[in-house]
């Protein structure tokens, strides 16, 4: 989900939370209306401005991003305090004391912050629990029994419900929290996944293009025969100028890999080495896809074979079934490897092969050879 599509819900749901901090002066304008002693106003006055502070504050540090739950100290605290008013409105009056408990409902609502339902559940239901016990004490001793059960059902409903309500609307809050770290996550990765594949295409790309162009300088120098030396540098040229070209599309998002290309410039560098090659390989049977990645099979193996042996044969066959297409590239004259860091392209590879749902294995063989296996489903 984009950040533009997550706004209109972080929007609305800032909205609610912060509407429902209203709600606690409804009580206070119930009590005025019944012309209650104007000292147990004040009393009830202060304390619903204290809710409404403490409540307020606790919104805004979760809209802030700290997603933690409150200590059951502060809530029950809270709760302990929305009682009290209750049961002191409940005093003056039992319909107001019932309206009052929305008092409770709201600061119980705190406990479904970051909390599994089950333990939020558990620990409203303990605050329930204190004030049926509370109400009922009340009621009995203001000589309001007669609309005991009335009061309670009412007040179990209104504290339910409210803290319900506005715990749901916290979850949906967490929720559009989490869905914005989840877009960032995905960001993240995909950058990672982007640069990642910008570096094993530069590492195909140079790693390969430098091979080359050392095999034909060596050679160039080596060659008695001017034309033939000057050739080989001509050819020097032509490689480092398609590696710079190979790097600029990549840059631009449009580099191809094709595996008739790599074909080629594969048995052409094996014959200008004297490497003799035997290929059985016709790319029409292949796939876009398959081109793309096979291309790139070969010119690591390619790559390979110059950088870690002095090969004086290498084969590539290219096997089309029904179900699969299996690409096998092989050659002598095979040193121990050097290092881990040898196969660091090999790795990649294999990579992304098994990304498409290919298999890919690459090792020695015999004494002295070194095969590369890549195959695709069908």
């Keep these: ?158 504290t339910v419900v409210l803290s319900l309500s506005v715990g749901l609307t916290y979850r949906q809050w967490e929720g559009a929290l989490k869905l914005e770290q989840a877009r960032r996550d995905a960001a993240e990765l995909a950058a990672t996944r982007e640069r990642l594949r910008l570096a094993e295409d530069l590492h195909d790309i140079l790693g390969h293009a430098l091979e080359v162009v050392s095999l034909k300088s060596e050679l160039a120098v080596r060659l008695t025969d001017q034309e033939k030396s000057k050739a080989e540098m001509v050819e020097v040229q032509r490689l480092a100028r398609n590696a710079l070209r190979d790097v600029r599309a990549l840059a631009q998002g449009n580099r191809p890999t094709d595996f008739a290309t790599e074909l080629t410039g594969a048995r052409t560098l094996l014959d200008s080495a004297g490497i003799s090659c035997d290929f059985s390989a016709d790319p029409a049977v292949l796939t876009n896809g398959e081109r793309d990645l096979f291309g790139r099979v070969l010119r690591e193996a390619m790559t390979n074979a110059l950088r870690h042996s002095d090969p004086r044969s290498c084969g590539v066959s290219l096997v089309a079934k029904p179900n699969e297409v299996v690409l096998r590239v092989v050659n002598d004259g095979v040193a121990p490897l050097r290092s881990a860091e040898d196969g660091s392209g090999l790795a990649s590879l294999a990579r992304r092969v098994k990304e498409a749902g290919g298999s890919f294995t690459a090792g020695t063989v015999d004494p002295a050879s070194f095969e590369v296996i890549a195959s695709l489903p069908r």
């Design 1 to 158: 989900m984009s950040e533009t599509a997550l706004e209109p819900l972080r929007r609305m749901t800032r909205r609610m939370l912060l509407f429902t901090e209203l709600i606690v002066l409804l009580p206070l304008f119930f009590l005025l209306r019944e012309g209650s002693n104007p000292y147990v106003l004040v009393v009830i006055g202060i304390g619903t401005v204290v809710i409404i502070v403490v409540r307020m504050r606790d919104t805004l540090s979760l809209m802030r991003g700290s997603w933690q739950p409150f200590p059951d100290s502060h809530v029950f605290g809270l709760s302990a305090l929305a009682l009290g008013m209750t049961g002191l409105a409940c005093a003056i009056d039992a319909g107001a004391g019932g309206f009052s408990t929305m008092f409770v409902g709201m600061a119980a609502s705190e406990f479904f912050v970051a909390r599994a339902l089950r333990d939020a559940w558990r620990r409203v239901g303990v605050v329930v629990v204190v004030e049926v016990a509370l109400l009922t004490v009340v009621l009995m001793l203001t000589g309001q029994r007669d609309l005991l059960d009335n009061v309670l059902i009412g007040s179990l409903i209104m």
